[in-house]
C-alpha cells in the first residue's frame, strides 16, 4: 500500500500514510474540506441555493 499523500510505502504505524506528518496533512485536508462548505455561510441551512454556472454567464452575448 502507498501513502496517499507522497506515494511512499506506507508505514504500520501510520497505516495508510508513511509517516505522522503525511497522516497529519490528509487529516488538515480533511478537516478543513468537512470546515469549509462550498457555498455555506453560517448556520444550518441544509436548502441548496447554489446557481447552476452556465445561469450565470449568460451576459457575454
Ligand atoms: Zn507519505
Not at 22 to 37: E, H, M, P
Not at 39 to 57: L, Y
Amino acid at each position: 500500500m502507498a501513502c496517499p499523500i507522497c506515494s511512499k510505502p506506507a508505514q504500520r504505524p501510520y497505516a495508510p500514510f508513511c509517516s505522522r506528518r503525511c497522516a497529519d496533512v490528509d487529516l488538515s485536508r480533511w478537516l478543513k474540506g468537512s470546515y469549509a462548505i462550498p457555498g455555506g455561510g453560517a448556520g444550518e441551512d441544509e436548502e441548496d441555493s447554489s446557481i447552476p454556472p452556465n445561469a450565470v454567464e449568460n451576459n457575454d452575448f
